[in-house]
């Protein structure tokens, strides 16, 4: 399968707890996006990443969270001292660089990580 | 006021009917909009996506944006009960050089067989 992997798929842990995700883009893609989907609403932007750089961070992003792309390939996301308002599906998009300006740059989604605090 | 307002729904259909799904937003530099659908515990996949005003049609599939009126619209002609998920309209313009997407909340269709 060479779309957008995601592990754990499934994570329940405990208040207080650190949690680690970790994201597999599209190899050739060289864009790497967080997104955060809780019940009934649609994803919502965490932060961006060009290769190893972190580009852009959400105000959702508060400093319990932090992300990594170490060597621009895969990325992790971990939400340390994890709060029950932590619990929901988190996202995981890639895309390649820039088109042209008509074009949009697809976001390849994974199947996202649920994560449920207890 | 969220910059992409959607109806929740749900929405439940029969099979055959034409589904029209729609959202308004409120930014002016939004260039990009798409329609995203995701099945349940999975994410959203691209369906299809208009740059600036204008229709786009894939198969059962229509795709409609007024700048004008900040709306957007999507149609499923001849709605199959596989076509039962949750709609996402979306939207997009550029912001520190790349493509950043905004979301609506997400339309969830019903198509009975």
């Known amino acids: 399968d060479t779309g957008v992997s995601q592990d754990p798929r499934h994570k329940i842990t405990k208040r207080g707890q650190n949690v680690t995700f970790r994201c597999d883009p599209i190899s050739e893609h060289n864009r790497l996006y967080w997104y955060r989907q809780t019940l009934g609403q649609g994803p919502e932007f965490l932060t961006y990443?060009?290769?190893?750089?972190?580009?852009?961070k959400s105000r959702l992003l508060s400093d319990r969270f932090s992300a990594e792309r170490p060597k621009g390939s895969f990325s992790t996301l971990e939400i340390q001292r994890t709060e029950q308002g932590d619990s929901a599906m988190y996202l995981c998009?890639?895309?390649?660089?820039?088109?042209?300006?008509?074009?949009?740059?697809?976001?390849?989604f994974g199947p996202g990580t649920r994560l449920t605090v207890l | 006021q969220k910059e992409v307002e959607q109806d929740p729904g749900p929405l439940s259909v029969p099979e055959g009917a034409i589904v029209s799904l729609n959202c308004t937003y409120s930014?002016?530099?939004?260039?990009?909009f798409m329609w995203y659908r995701q099945y349940s515990r999975k994410g959203p996949e691209l369906l299809m996506y208009?740059?600036?005003?204008g229709n786009k049609e894939d198969g059962r599939f229509t795709a409609q944006v007024d700048k004008s009126s900040k709306y957007i619209s999507l149609f499923i002609r001849d709605s199959q009960p596989s076509d039962s998920a949750t709609y996402l309209c979306?939207?997009?313009?550029?912001?520190?050089?790349?493509?950043?997407?905004?979301f609506g909340t997400g339309t969830k269709l019903q198509v009975i067989p």
């Open positions: 990443f060009q290769n190893e750089a972190q580009l852009e």
């Open positions: 998009a890639s895309s390649s660089g820039l088109q042209g300006r008509t074009a949009y740059n697809e976001q390849f």
């Open positions: 979306a939207m997009s313009g550029y912001s520190g050089g790349y493509q950043k997407v905004t």
């Open positions: 208009t740059y600036s005003s």
């Open positions: 930014n002016s530099a939004f260039q990009y």
